[in-house]
C-alpha cells in the first residue's frame, strides 16, 4: 500500500467541472480524495504542486508504436517513454504494424509486450480489414473480445463504401467505435504535398483537400444510415471542418480530431523557414526565436499534408467551437536514413508525443483560443468518452493516472534528445511555453522533470 499526495495544485477534472485550488491523495493506485488541505502520515510521499496544474492523465488515441515488425522506428518500450515524457499517461496504438492488427493473436502479443514493457497503459486498434487492405473485413468480433478498444485502418483508407458500411455494421453489434483516415485515393493520387501555389512552386505533386473531404462526406452518410460512431482521424482541411460541425447540429454520431502540425503550420513551411514566414503573413514565434529549416525538409512531409492558410484557421475555428473535440498527435517515427531522402521519396509521417502537449499550450491557450480545461478535455475526458474508456477524470476511486503541467514553463525543445528511437520532428528548435513535469501511471511516477 503506498500512498502520493499532491499537494496546493490547481486541479482540473473536466469531465466533472472541477477547477480549484487542491490536493489530490493517491492510495494504492486509485484516487482517494481531493480537497483542501488534506491531511497526510508520513508514509505518504508529498509532491509540491503549487503553481502548475493537476489533471487527468492524457490520452493520446492516434500513435504509431510500430511494434510489432517496425522496431528500428519505435518500440512499445521507447514509445510509451516519450508519451510519459509528453505527460500522456494512456496511448491508443495504431494497426499497420508487420503484421497488421488483424487477429486476437497479435492483440495478444502487443498485449503481453506492453504489460512487460510500457510504462504507461497501451490499448489496441484492431483493423478495418484483413491486412489493412481495404478488401476483406478483418474478425472484428474476435478482435473486440481479444479486447480492441477500435478498429481502424489507419495509414490507409477503406475505399469500398459497401464494405465501410458492413465494417460500420459489425462494429455497432459490438459497440466499437470506428476511426478513419480520410483519403480518396482517385483523388489524392501520388501527391506528396497539398495542392496549391506552393505545390506548383516547388515542382512537387499535389493533394487536393477535396481528397479528405470526400471521405469525411462518405462516413457522415454512413454513421447517419448505420448508427454507428465514425470518428475523422486528423482532419486537415476546412472543407471537412464544414462539413462535420453540419452533421454534429443534426445529432449524427461523428467526431474528428486534429494535430499541432495542422493547426500550427502551413504548405508554405515547405518552402523554408524564410518563405513560410513571409507567406503565412504572421510570427508564430518571437523575433530571434524563429527556427529555421532548409526547403524541401522531409521532416514537414506528412499524410494528411500541411494545407493552407485558410485550412490553419478552420482547424483553429474547430478546435474552438467544439466541432473538433479531440487533440492527438498522430505520433508516427521513421529511421533517420529513411527521412534522408528527397522529398518525393520520403515517408509520411513526424513524432509527436513529446511536443503535442507544449505546442498546445503556446498555440492554443497562451493564444487565448482555449482555456485550460478546454484544452485539457481535448486531452482526457474527450478521448475518454470516444473510446469508452474507463479514464479521464480524478473521480474519488477512479485509477491514479495523473498529470501535473507546468502551463509557463519557457524551454527549447530537442528532438535529438527525445525518448523516441526516432526523431524525425518538424519542431525541433522551437521555444515553447508549458510542458508536463510530473506522470503518474496507477499511482506510480513514471516520469518527473
Known sequence: MTSLLLQGGRVIDPAHGFDQTADLLIYNGKIAA??????????????????????PGLIDLHVHLREPGQSAKETIATGTRAAARGGFTSVVCMPNTTPTIDSAATVALIRDKADREAVVNVFIAGAITKGIAGEELAPIGSLKQAAVVAITDDGHCV??????RRALEYAKMFDLPVMDHCQDYSMVGDGVMHEGYW??????????????????????????????????QHISSAGSIHLLREAKARGIPISGEACPHHFILTDAAIAGSDKFWEADGSALQAEGQRPTWPAYDTN?????????????????????????????????????????????????????????????????????RLSLSA???????????????????????????????????????????????????????????????????????????
Not at 481531493?34 to 489533471?55: E, F, N
Not at 475505399?159 to 465501410?164: E, F, G, P, S, V
Not at 529511421?335 to 503535442?356: N, W, Y
Request: glycine share 8%.
Open 34 to 55: 481531493v480537497g483542501a488541505a488534506l491531511p497526510v502520515d508520513q508514509y505518504t510521499k508529498i509532491v509540491p504542486c503549487a503553481g502548475r496544474i493537476v489533471c
Open 159 to 164: 475505399q469500398n463504401n459497401d464494405l465501410m
Open 199 to 232: 505545390s506548383i512552386a516547388l515542382g512537387l505533386k499535389g493533394w487536393p483537400a477535396t481528397g479528405e473531404d470526400l471521405i469525411v462526406a462518405r462516413n457522415i452518410q454512413l454513421a447517419e444510415l448505420t448508427g454507428t460512431h465514425v470518428h475523422c
Open 300 to 368: 514537414f512531409k506528412m499524410n494528411p499534408p500541411l494545407r493552407s492558410a485558410q485550412d490553419r484557421e478552420a482547424i483553429l475555428e474547430g478546435l474552438t467551437d467544439g466541432t473538433l473535440e479531440i487533440l492527438s498527435s498522430d505520433h508516427a517515427p521513421h529511421c533517420g536514413h529513411e527521412k534522408e531522402v528527397e522529398f518525393d521519396s520520403a515517408p509520411f509521417g513526424i513524432t509527436g508525443l513529446e511536443t503535442e502537449l507544449p505546442l498546445s499550450l503556446t498555440y492554443l491557450h497562451h493564444t487565448g
Open 375 to 449: 484544452l485539457i478535455a481535448k486531452f482526457t475526458s474527450a478521448p475518454a468518452r470516444m473510446l469508452r474508456l474507463n479514464k479521464g477524470t480524478l473521480q474519488v476511486g477512479a485509477d491514479a493516472d495523473v498529470t501535473v503541467i507546468d502551463p509557463n514553463c519557457q524551454w527549447t525543445y530537442a528532438a535529438n534528445d527525445s525518448s523516441s528511437k526516432s526523431t524525425n520532428s518538424p519542431f525541433g528548435g522551437w521555444a515553447l511555453r508549458g510542458r508536463a513535469t510530473t506522470t503518474i501511471v496507477a499511482g506510480k511516477i513514471v516520469w518527473q522533470m
